[in-house]
Antibody, heavy 120, light 110 residues
Framework: QVQLVQSGAEVKKPGASVRVSCKAS????????THWVRQAPGQGLEWMGW????????KYAQKFQGRVTMTTDTSINTAYMELSRLRSDDTAVYYC?????????????WGQGTLVTVSS | QSALTQPPSASGSPGQSVTISCTGT?????????VSWYQQHPGKAPKLMVY???RRPSGVPDRFSGSKSGNTASLTVSGLQAEDEADYYC??????????FGGGTKLTVL
């Protein structure tokens, strides 16, 4: 079945970086974009950006430009999201999601989420 | 991009219908037919309920329906059931390869 499995929870200090992985299975990884969305505790969903595994093209939300890097390793069907210069308000659950691409931006499959805690 | 505007809460009794709104601008909701709705239960990942304004993915009950008028999209849940109690989020394509979410609505089944 279609599945996205993310890496485990992380605890980081302010100023550090974190990398979250998202391994895809059950579908052709390069046929779908991978989007990243985060959710701070008790808050709503916040879109961070996407990567096209086929081309390596990326689009980052303006808020995260300069701090986020999205990559993929198509040999192992895995997407990565790295966020640098972490602050306490980056504490959130980070989700990956697959999106058909083209004009569509809806996600029919999400990872289980990765909790990133930023604390000194 | 600013977040889309949703009411913080909505409620209804079992069997009733409830409608959740999602208001944006002509640059997002009003400009494209790429509005989606997600259901999220506590501690779980979001689940796609409606995409492209009014289309339902396979397996989503037809009690869930979407529509749009101008800059406002709506999700209607008919025949409310206890398991429909959850947070609901809208999202919209916002041009220039960007996506924007709504702030979320907590649906309570009384």
């Amino acid at each position: 079945q279609v599945q996205l499995v993310q890496s485990g929870a992380e605890v980081k200090k302010p100023g550090a970086s974190v990398r979250v992985s998202c391994k895809a299975s059950g579908y052709t990884f390069t046929d779908y974009y991978t989007h990243w969305v985060r959710q701070a505790p008790g808050q709503g969903l916040e879109w961070m950006g996407w990567i096209n595994p086929n081309s390596g093209d990326t689009k980052y939300a303006q808020k995260f430009q300069g701090r986020v890097t999205m990559t993929t390793d198509t040999s192992i069907n895995t997407a990565y999201m790295e966020l640098s210069r972490l602050r306490s308000d980056d504490t959130a659950v980070y989700y990956c999601a697959r999106v058909p691409g083209g004009p569509r931006y809806d996600s029919d499959c999400w990872g289980q989420g990765t909790l990133v805690t930023v604390s000194s | 991009q600013s977040a889309l505007t949703q009411p913080p809460s909505a409620s209804g009794s079992p069997g009733q219908s409830v409608t959740i709104s999602c208001t944006g601008t002509s640059s997002d909701v009003g400009g494209y037919n790429y509005v989606s709705w997600y259901q999220q239960h506590p501690g779980k990942a979001p689940k796609l309920m409606v995409y492209e304004v009014s289309r339902r993915p396979s397996g989503v009950p037809d009690r869930f329906s979407g529509s749009k008028s101008g800059n406002t999209a709506s999700l209607t849940v008919s025949g409310l059931q206890a398991e429909d109690e959850a947070d609901y989020y809208c999202s919209s394509y916002a041009g220039s390869n960007n996506l924007v979410f709504g702030g979320g609505t907590k649906l309570t089944v009384l």
